[in-house]
Each structure stands twice: as structure tokens, then as C-alpha cells.
Antibody, heavy 123, light 109 residues
Framework: QLQLQESGPGLVKPSETLSLTCTVS??????????WGWIRQPPGKGLEWIGS???????YYNPSLKSRVTISVDTSKNQFSLKLSSVTAADTAVYYC???????????????WGQGTMVTVSS | SSELTQDPAVSVALGQTVRITCQGD??????ASWYQQKPGQAPVLVIY???NRPSGIPDRFSGSSSGNTASLTITGAQAEDEADYYC????????????FGGGTKLTVL
């Protein structure tokens, strides 16, 4: 079955760029039925949507993070990636990648999630 | 942008029924999806659309929607249902921007 796996550094220095990759296995990232997203969760807090990408490269970002976020897709490697620039301690969180399935014009959901990766911003 | 509001905490006696709600303007136009998250684990989708359960989710979980409020109901709550629950939907703008509720901590007594 389809699986997602996040990878990347667990420690990033303040003001630097956080970079994570999500590898999709057991299925193709190029399916027209799905978007692919990044969600994060600071310690002890709730979930925050960061952004989503379609296999064609169309992107959608959380307005509160838009100026610092870039999400890209590499269909040849069946991967999509997150870059978050100018990080501060407030960006310390577990970062999840997930598949978003569109059920209808008014309904969609994150149906498959990666296990998450903890990223700490500290000098 | 829009927001989704959830009660921070709800409790239910073992075997009883509990409803967890999510309020937001976008829910007048879009269905919510609901996620269960246990400590140290990734979220798991439990309800999506009008009232759909992914394979493997017990039928004691159900969803409904009215006006600006979406609800997740657990009929006959079990000890293993103790978890955080999050709702998620599109932003009111309708252009694939998404928003999560703040989450509800469910305690099964």
C-alpha cells in the first residue's frame, strides 16, 4: 500500500532554511486524483497546514507562511519537498507529509500520512 | 482566510455517546474531515465527506454537518478512543487553501 516517508535534518540553525523531502512509495505521485501536502505540529500544540502541491507543480500555501515557503515536486523520484526559509524557534515542530484525496467539489481529506519528523530550530 | 473552532476538551463515560464539534464559515460550503491523533503518533483520518469512514475505522464513528458546524460523533466510546481530534476543511476562498481546527482532547472516563 502507499506509504510516505519524511526525511531531512533534525536540527536547523536560526535564520537558515529548513529542507525536508517526502518520498512516496507503493504508488505514483503523478496521479491526477491527489494533492500532496505538508502539515506541522509544534510540541504540545495543534496541527497547522503549511501547503500543498499537485503533481503538475501547482502550489497552494498557508497565507501566514507563504513568504517563506516553497514546495516542489520531483515526479522522476516520486518525491515532493518543503523549504522554509528564515526559520526561528517558532518553527520547531513535527513535520508531516500527507496525501490529499479529492472526493468531490466540496470534500477532500488527508487520507495517508507519513510518520512525521521532528525538526528543532536552535543554534 | 477562515478559522475552525473546536472545544479544547471533552469527556465521555465509557460506553456513552459523545459529540465533538467544529465551527467555521467555510463549513457552510465544504465538508470537514476528521482526524484522530494519539500521543506520539501521526494523525489518522476517521471521517470525511458527508459521513464516510475509511476502511478499518469502526462504525461507532460518524459525521454530520449543519450550517456552519460539523460534528464527529462516537457512539459507545471505548477506552482506545481517548485521543486528540482535529477537524480540517478548505478555506472559505475555495481555492485549495486549508485550515485545521485547534483540536479537541477527548477523555474517556
Amino acid at each position: 500500500q502507499l506509504q510516505l516517508q519524511e526525511s531531512g535534518p533534525g536540527l536547523v540553525k536560526p535564520s537558515e532554511t529548513l529542507s525536508l523531502t517526502c518520498t512516496v512509495s507503493g504508488g505514483s505521485i503523478s496521479s491526477s486524483s491527489y494533492y500532496w501536502g505538508w502539515i506541522r505540529q509544534p510540541p504540545g500544540k495543534g496541527l497547522e497546514w503549511i501547503g500543498s502541491i499537485y503533481y503538475s507543480g501547482s502550489t497552494y500555501y498557508n497565507p501566514s507562511l507563504k513568504s517563506r515557503v516553497t514546495i516542489s515536486v520531483d515526479t522522476s523520484k516520486n518525491q515532493f519537498s518543503l523549504k522554509l526559509s528564515s526559520v526561528t524557534a517558532a518553527d520547531t515542530a513535527v513535520y508531516y507529509c500527507a496525501r490529499r484525496v479529492t472526493i468531490s467539489r466540496t470534500s477532500d481529506a488527508f487520507d495517508i500520512w507519513g510518520q512525521g519528523t521532528m525538526v528543532t530550530v536552535s543554534s | 482566510s477562515s478559522e475552525l473552532t473546536q472545544d479544547p476538551a471533552v469527556s465521555v463515560a465509557l460506553g456513552q455517546t459523545v459529540r465533538i464539534t467544529c465551527q467555521g464559515d467555510s463549513l457552510r460550503s465544504y465538508y470537514a474531515s476528521w482526524y484522530q491523533q494519539k500521543p506520539g503518533q501521526a494523525p489518522v483520518l476517521v471521517i470525511y465527506g458527508k459521513n464516510n469512514r475509511p476502511s478499518g475505522i469502526p462504525d461507532r464513528f460518524s459525521g454530520s454537518s449543519s450550517g456552519n458546524t460539523a460534528s464527529l460523533t462516537i457512539t459507545g466510546a471505548q477506552a482506545e478512543d481517548e485521543a486528540d481530534y482535529y477537524c480540517n476543511s478548505r478555506d472559505s476562498s475555495g481555492n485549495h487553501l486549508l485550515v485545521f481546527g485547534g483540536g479537541t482532547k477527548l477523555t474517556v472516563l
